[in-house]
């Protein structure tokens, strides 16, 4: 079942852009009760201005036809993308079709693999491990011309976790953001499709919750949870990129 999150109240045209969030999992229990879902975030962040639904592509929604929509934002998901799980094969056939017809895509962790494997990259386990906390990325030249992240700062601190890394960006793939750790943290294809690894939607509150439920996994890692949650520090320049994307998509449809 499809559920419009705008709950429109009146019979009059809606002449807004249409916006579809593909849920492609949820988080932690915990962190649910305190701070809702994934898609709960994201709306946070996108315009008020948009006509968004949220659609559960991993309980078996389907969202209809890509150029039914004026937009479209992948969420991240406790999934792995290369378990190749039926809905996710599926979504990131109608993910390919979405970037082929030119609809402005932005997928975020797993939706920034899900795209990479849909669009003939390489998607596995990072070799190092688990990235997690707040951390640096770092622009290349190429994001100064890029619709969605020219006038960001050459480097910014960012909210990640991820286990699962696009290993091999996709043939004619613009790299356009990365770090030490993480050497595809952003990237284009064409002109308006979109994928960043680190988490636009997390506030640095949401951060610090992961870390403390991460603790024990990370201590059996090696990694210092309270070093790691110590260092967890605001991004807005990293949250920016939804009220980007949001004004992207709106001007298109003016």
């Known amino acids: 079942m499809q559920e419009d999150r705008t709950m429109q109240q009146s019979s009059a045209p809606d002449c807004r852009a249409r916006v579809v969030v593909l849920k492609t999992g949820s988080t932690y229990p915990g962190l649910l009760a305190r701070f809702g ?41 406790p999934a792995m993308v290369s378990d190749r799980d039926e809905w ?73 976790t991820h286990r699962q890394s696009v290993l091999r960006l996709p043939p004619d793939a613009v790299l356009l953001g990365r770090n030490r750790f993480e050497p595809h943290q952003a990237f284009r294809i064409g002109s308006c499709t979109w994928g960043v690894q680190f988490h636009p939607e997390f506030t640095d509150t ?17 990694l210092d949870a309270q070093a790691l949650i110590a260092g967890v520090q605001a991004s807005p320049d990293a949250s920016s990129l939804l009220p980007r994307f949001s004004r992207l998509v709106i001007e298109r449809v003016r």
Request: charged residues 20%; contains cysteine.
């Open 88 to 160: 996710s094969e599926n979504t990131g056939a109608w993910l390919a079709r979405a970037a082929a017809a030119g609809v402005p895509v932005l997928g975020v962790c797993y939706g920034h693999q899900l795209l990479a494997h849909a669009l003939g990259g390489e998607v596995g386990y990072h070799p190092d491990g688990r990235e997690t906390g707040t951390h640096e990325v770092e622009l290349l030249p190429e994001a100064g011309t890029d619709p969605l992240f020219r006038d960001l700062p050459a480097r910014f601190p960012a909210q990640l």
């Open 206 to 222: 949401v951060m610090r919750a992961y870390l403390e439920v991460q603790a024990p996994d990370l201590a059996r890692e090696g």
């Open 37 to 77: 879902d994934f898609e709960d975030w994201f709306l946070r962040g996108l315009s008020p201005e948009l006509d968004i639904t949220v659609i559960n592509v991993e309980a078996g929604e389907r969202p209809g036809n890509p150029e039914d929509w004026n937009g479209i934002v992948v969420t991240g998901s």
